[in-house]
């Protein structure tokens, strides 16, 4: 087990262009979620997955931005028409969720940087 | 609404120095409640987390937490200080039994250990 990967670890592009990130989860873990972090803050929650179900949304959610897990595995990120607002580290989790305290647990990728000329 | 408050965005101490983060939370009903360590250009590592079972709670690297919940406060704690613990240092929040576990941080501390 490698934990949890995200690709690409870094992404530059200009205003106005589409952009896509993957997060690979821990194989067994059915839980997925996507959290934001600018600069100077702590992470915030964007979405999460259960299997292959998008359960929450965060307002932070825009309608630029979508989120899938078509197979319960691994997940993408897509953010179209970017702003410079959007340059931030989106991070992506996973863990266990069926249910008991010793599961709730997330690992954490590394993380995709992205910056929005 | 959960969240949490990191009082000190920035903590120097000395090595071999006590090291103190303060976390406090605020929740109608006591949570679950976290600390992460993030290395620079890396991802969060769960340092110690607070389940309801024990209030003091040991986690790795020497860091343990104190759940205190008439100052609704988490505060992390290590005897000694080493340079390897500089780092950013993140409480967080988390329901019980709902809201899918997802976490609430706080804005984070930047501890710095000096020689």
């Known amino acids: 087990d490698t934990g949890v990967s995200q690709d690409p670890r870094h992404k530059i592009t200009k205003r106005g262009q589409n952009v896509t990130f993957r997060c690979d989860p821990i194989?067994?873990?059915?839980?997925l979620y996507w959290y934001r972090q600018t600069l100077g803050q702590g992470p915030e929650f964007l979405t999460y997955?259960?299997?292959?179900?998008?359960?929450?949304k965060s307002r932070l959610l825009s309608d630029r931005f979508s989120a899938e897990r078509p197979k319960g595995s691994f997940s993408t990120l897509e953010i179209q028409r970017t702003e410079q607002g959007d340059s931030a580290m989106y991070l992506c989790?996973?863990?266990?969720?069926?249910?008991?305290?010793?599961?709730?647990?997330?690992?954490f990728g590394p993380g995709t940087r992205l910056t929005v000329l | 609404a959960q969240s949490v408050t990191q009082l000190g965005s920035h903590v120097s101490v000395s090595e071999g120095a006590l090291v103190l983060l303060r976390c406090n939370y605020s929740?109608?009903?006591?949570?679950?409640l976290f600390w992460y360590v993030q290395y620079p250009n890396q991802g969060l590592q769960l340092l110690l987390k607070?389940?309801?079972?024990?209030?003091l709670v040991k986690g790795i690297n020497g860091f343990e937490a104190e759940f205190k919940k008439s100052e609704t406060s988490f505060h992390l704690t290590k005897p000694s200080a080493h340079m390897s613990d500089a780092a950013e240092y993140f409480c967080?929040?988390?329901?019980?039994?709902?809201?899918?576990?997802?976490?609430?941080f706080g804005t984070g501390t930047q501890l710095k250990v000096e020689l």
């Open positions: 194989s067994e873990h059915n839980r």
């Open positions: 929740s109608s009903v006591p949570p679950y």
């Open positions: 967080a929040v988390s329901p019980i039994g709902g809201g899918g576990n997802k976490l609430t």
């Open positions: 607070y389940t309801s079972a024990a209030t």
């Open positions: 997955f259960q299997n292959e179900a998008q359960l929450e």
């Open positions: 989790a996973s863990s266990l969720g069926s249910g008991g305290v010793g599961l709730n647990e997330q690992f």
